[in-house]
Structure formats: structure tokens, C-alpha cells
T-cell receptor
């Protein structure tokens, strides 16, 4: 089964609304990272949150991490059409860690102008 | 500081041919990771290399796939005798260190392999 699983799988909102995506994982982690991928393009690193952190902000992004529930959320405030993309969470396992990242299936976000 | 570079960006091969994908990590990064992304899916880890060493190849198919990261030059992911199921986007990522709380990985633009 997947280490990281996002929900919802797809999200459609109007410009200006907030978008919230969730990610769950199974094993203990060093950190959790969120990436954005525009259609047919590479991944853009958004934010890294360490296992001893609970919340982190970067511009319009807010990430939370609850290690007791093994879950994270990504909030994009005041969304824009340019935020339309797929969003992935990725974790690196604390156990036997070589640094490899395990990705979820992603949430596809559509922001309508 | 240039980001992670991959070439070619697009590669078309016929079944049975060989595919070579190249990755140049960011300056100062000595850790390289390869991932594969099938259509409509997330990325799957394939292999992790440091200079001249394969550290973790637990995600690599047992046959036809190999990777290297020589002392000089880019990292190479090689797929021999390609089949249609190898069609995917292959991403390389680099980081300055492995593991730990600060393992931020930076991704290249990917190579999109199409096998006819």
C-alpha cells in the first residue's frame, strides 16, 4: 500500500477560495515534503516540514503535520488560476533511511477563473 | 546556480532498443535519485546513487535497468531492450545530503520516454 496517500484525488474551486489537501502516511518519518507538478512538467518543491514541526508557512501556503495521526495538510489561501496543478506529498522513512522519497498519488487541483 | 538538468527531455524508442537518460545534479550535490512516473500516477523511487556508488536500488526492475553515477559526468539511467511498459516520465532529483530532517530534493524537468 502507499506510504503517502492524498485526498481528495481531485478538487475544483473558484479563484479566491482556499484549497485544502490532505496526506496520510504509514511509517515514522524524518520529514514530509509537498511538491507541485504542472501538467506534463517537472516537480517544483513547495515546502518541507520536519517531524518535530507542527506548522509551517510559505507565502500563501500553510502546511501542518500531525505525527500522532500520521497526516499532513496543505492549505493554499486565496487561490489563483495559476495554482492549477497536481500536488504531491512525499515522505522519507525514518527506518533504514537512505533518503528516498515515497510519493502519494497526488491531488489534482483546478482553480477556475 | 543551475538546477538539476536532464536530457533528453523527450526520447522515442522502438521496442528492443536501448534508452539512455542523463542527469546532472545541482552544483554541490553529490546525491542523485531516480524516480519513474507512469501516467496519472505519483512518482515511484527507482535508485539512489552517490558518486561511483549505488546506495539503494530497491526500486529498480531486476532486468534491463541499470544506473551509474561516475566520478566525472552525469548520472545515467540505462534501459536495455525497451518495452511499451517502459513508457513513462523519468525524473532525477539531487540533494546535498542523504536522509535526515533536511533532505530537500530538487527535481529535474524529467525525460519523457515513449516506446513505440
Amino acid at each position: 500500500s502507499q506510504q503517502g496517500e492524498e485526498d481528495p484525488q481531485a478538487l475544483s474551486i473558484q479563484e479566491g477560495e482556499n484549497a485544502t489537501m490532505n496526506c496520510s502516511y504509514k511509517t515514522s518519518i524524518n520529514n514530509l515534503q509537498w511538491y507541485r507538478q504542472n501538467s506534463g512538467r517537472g516537480l517544483v518543491h513547495l515546502i518541507l516540514i520536519r517531524s518535530n514541526e507542527r506548522e509551517k508557512h510559505s507565502g500563501r501556503l500553510r502546511v501542518t503535520l500531525d505525527t500522532s495521526k500520521k497526516s499532513s495538510s496543505l492549505l493554499i489561501t486565496a487561490s489563483r488560476a495559476a495554482d492549477t496543478a497536481s500536488y504531491f506529498c512525499a515522505t522519507d522513512s525514518l527506518r533504514g533511511n537512505t533518503g528516498k522519497l515515497i510519493f502519494g498519488q497526488g491531488t489534482t487541483l483546478q482553480v477556475k477563473p | 546556480n543551475a538546477g538539476v538538468m536532464q536530457n533528453p527531455r523527450h526520447l522515442v524508442r522502438r521496442r528492443g532498443q536501448e534508452a539512455r537518460l542523463r542527469c546532472s545534479p545541482m552544483k554541490g550535490h553529490s546525491h542523485v535519485y531516480w524516480y519513474r512516473q507512469l501516467p496519472e500516477e505519483g512518482l515511484k523511487f527507482m535508485v539512489y546513487l552517490q558518486k561511483e556508488n549505488i546506495i539503494d536500488e530497491s526500486g529498480m526492475p531486476k532486468e534491463r535497468f541499470s544506473a551509474e553515477f561516475p566520478k566525472e559526468g552525469p548520472s545515467i539511467l540505462r534501459i536495455q531492450q525497451v518495452v511499451r511498459g517502459d513508457s513513462a516520465a523519468y525524473f532525477c532529483a539531487s540533494s546535498p545530503a542523504a536522509g535526515g530532517a533536511y533532505n530537500e530534493q530538487f527535481f529535474g524537468p524529467g525525460t519523457r520516454l515513449t516506446v513505440l
